[in-house]
């Protein structure tokens, strides 16, 4: 039964082509960020849904082109200056907007979330498409660039002018750049008047309005990496973000190593599977779930408070489920398959 609205629900939010509703668009999905990238409109004129898909499919394409981490993009060119100790002169508004923004979180989860390591994410072999079943890399290696403590802080941010104090900064914006462009894309789509639609890029969402008179529902996957746990229900404008460590990671002799790092060690995060943000601002949800990840079992629900976060929900490595009261009164599991879970403590 929950399978079925499960089901429904997958199919409302990433395959609406089955949907005979003439109103819904065909789902349009694209593969950029390095995942597949999908929109749905619901309650608009042909043409307008029409318009709204060609938009965002623009959009995100040149949103990857410009941010990419390790392929020729604006970020490679300033890490390139970056690394010299020179200033680039940036005219991606949005790009120096989002540095802005990364600064200020990177400050807020006291570098936890930190986008200024990405030395340390090439180190790993994170910044490439296929990942190594290799040795991790040497602790030597890895204590030498956490030694050189690379953060937000060290940009200086001047008009269009970009420098660091510090040559180990290294931009990776993989922790942000999906949330922030959801936003963006999103704000653009109520320009052209559309009123209802979701945005999933890769298990990162954000919905406005509602589906055939009723809420979006959106699916959380499954910390096994199949399928889902949970579906959440949105209200308005909202983002449901997720950090997960088996979205990315590589593996030796058994051993698993997520794509999050704990910039404090240079290792990869542990005692958590999963974090879920929901929030209005897809770009905070995203650097939000990424600095709960490097906080832990133990601090999460205290970095939470500390950034603001008002919903949450983690799912440990034991697939135990910890969701704040607020998100619980919103969240379906399977009552056939529920997972063990704990309601905590309210996060205000
Ligand atoms: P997310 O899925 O949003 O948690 O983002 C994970 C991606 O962000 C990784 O693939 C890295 O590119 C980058 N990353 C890893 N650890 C961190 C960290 N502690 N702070 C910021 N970015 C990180
Ligand atoms: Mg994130």
Redesign the pocket.
């Known amino acids: 039964m929950f399978l079925k609205k499960i089901s429904l629900i997958l199919i409302t939010v990433l395959c609406v082509t089955a949907c005979s509703i003439e109103e819904v668009a065909p789902p349009k999905q694209f593969y950029v960020f390095g995942t597949l990238v999908g929109v749905t409109v619901w309650g608009a004129p042909k043409n307008k849904t029409a318009e709204a898909v060609n938009m965002v499919s623009a959009d995100f394409q040149s949103m990857h082109e410009r941010w990419h ?1 390790w392929n020729p993009s604006q970020i490679t060119a300033l890490n390139d200056a970056l690394a010299a100790g020179e200033s680039y002169t940036l005219h991606d508004t949005q790009l120096l907007e989002m540095l802005k923004q990364a600064q200020q979180l990177a400050q807020k989860s006291d570098q ?4 200024a ?1 990405g030395h340390l ?1 090439a180190l790993w072999g ?2 490439q498409s296929d990942l190594a079943q290799t040795p991790p890399p040497e602790e030597s290696a890895i204590a030498a660039l956490v030694a050189k403590q690379p953060m937000m802080s060290d940009l200086i941010i001047e008009g269009n002018q970009v420098s660091s104090k510090n040559p180990a900064v290294k931009i ?1 914006l ?3 750049a ?1 949330g922030y462009a959801i936003d963006v894309v999103m704000d653009k789509l109520k320009t052209i008047g559309i009123k209802n639609a979701i945005i999933n890029a890769g298990g990162n969402l954000k919905a406005m309005g509602r589906i055939e008179g009723r809420s979006w529902r959106i699916g959380v996957r499954h910390p096994s990496g199949k399928g889902v746990i949970a579906a959440i229900e949105t209200s308005g404008e909202e983002s449901v973000i997720t ?2 460590d088996y ?2 990671f590589r593996e030796y002799e058994g051993k698993r190593y997520s ?5 404090r060690t240079g290792h990869s995060t542990t005692g958590i599977s999963s974090v879920t943000i929901l929030d209005k601002s897809g770009a905070f949800a ?1 650097a939000a ?2 600095a709960l ?2 906080a832990g079992l133990d601090n999460w629900h205290a970095m939470a408070k500390q950034l603001g976060v008002k919903h949450a929900m983690v799912i440990d490595a034991e697939g135990k489920v910890h969701v704040t009261p607020n998100l619980a009164a919103r969240v379906f599991f399977d009552p056939d398959n529920k997972p063990e879970v704990v309601v905590t403590e309210p996060l205000s």
């Open positions: 981490a936890l979330f930190n986008p390591i994410i994170f910044q990776d993989g922790a942000f999906k950090s997960g979205e990315r794509h999050i790092l704990d910039p995203d779930s990424t990840t490097v």
